[in-house]
């Protein structure tokens, strides 16, 4: 059974930094590429980054490049998002998914994140 | 970046039939834009229904379906069950599969 578990979340302040974590397990996580959504309360779908094998290729959306970082390890079955500079608008629920037979196939249950003062 | 298109709320009844539209601002939805369909109920995680514009995965029910209309994409479901009363979103790449834009989600009634 595919099972992607998120943490890291929590409580920060405008322009701090979390680091969030996704182990996996139940699928051989070297070969499948990862993404990173999230959903602020109340809202919709927003897709964060994706990463590619090894961790050679990386995307993120225009908000969020150059203040967070999509990684993995391999050896750990671990998926990361540094989040640093971080904004109130960050606030959100923090879901890992994978891709197999296209992106987002399996979800985790996400991590809240909330960035106030 | 790209806006993508959905209605915000729609009503089915049960047994009836129901089609969910997601359009992109840059113009017609293609398979060139590899249309994605989720479904999320009330405090749950976000699930695939389908990937590539029609394709599904083994946990899709049989009653959903996805295909273009009328130069959209477009979700159809066949045969509204009670359990089917969700949020609906979809999400397009319009940069070859590497960035995804989702859509505002369309909140499903089975009434």
């Known amino acids: 059974e595919v099972q992607l578990v998120e943490s890291g979340g929590g409580q920060v302040q405008p322009g701090g930094s979390l680091r969030l974590s996704c182990v996996a397990s139940?699928?051989?996580?070297?070969?499948?590429?990862m993404s990173w959504v999230r959903q602020a309360p109340g809202k919709g779908l927003e897709w964060v980054a994706n990463?590619?094998?090894?961790?050679?290729?990386?995307d993120y959306l225009d908000s969020v490049k150059g203040r967070f970082t999509i990684s993995r390890d391999d050896a750990k079955n671990s998926l990361y998002l540094q989040m640093n500079s971080l904004r109130v608008e960050d606030t959100a629920v923090y879901y890992c998914?994978?891709?197999?037979?296209?992106?987002?196939?399996?979800w985790g249950q996400g991590t809240l994140v909330t960035v106030s003062s | 970046q790209a806006v993508v298109t959905q209605e915000p709320s729609l009503t089915v009844s049960p047994g009836g039939t129901v089609t969910l539209t997601c359009g992109s601002s840059?113009?017609?939805?293609?398979?060139?834009?590899?249309p994605y369909w989720f479904q999320q109920r009330p405090g749950q995680a976000p699930r695939t229904l389908i990937y590539?514009?029609?394709n599904k995965h083994s946990w899709t029910p049989a009653r959903f379906s996805g295909s273009l209309l009328g130069g959209k994409a477009a979700l159809t479901l066949s045969g509204a069950q009670p359990e089917d009363e969700a949020d609906y979103y979809c999400?397009?790449?319009?940069?070859?599969?590497?960035?995804?834009?989702f859509g505002g989600g369309t909140k499903l009634t089975v009434l």
């Open positions: 590539d514009t029609r």
């Open positions: 990463i590619r094998l090894d961790g050679r290729d990386r």
């Open positions: 840059t113009g017609t939805v293609t398979s060139g834009h590899y």
């Open positions: 139940g699928f051989t996580f070297s070969h499948s590429w």
């Open positions: 998914a994978r891709a197999a037979d296209g992106w987002f196939a399996d």
């Open positions: 999400c397009l790449s319009h940069s070859g599969a590497r960035d995804w834009v």
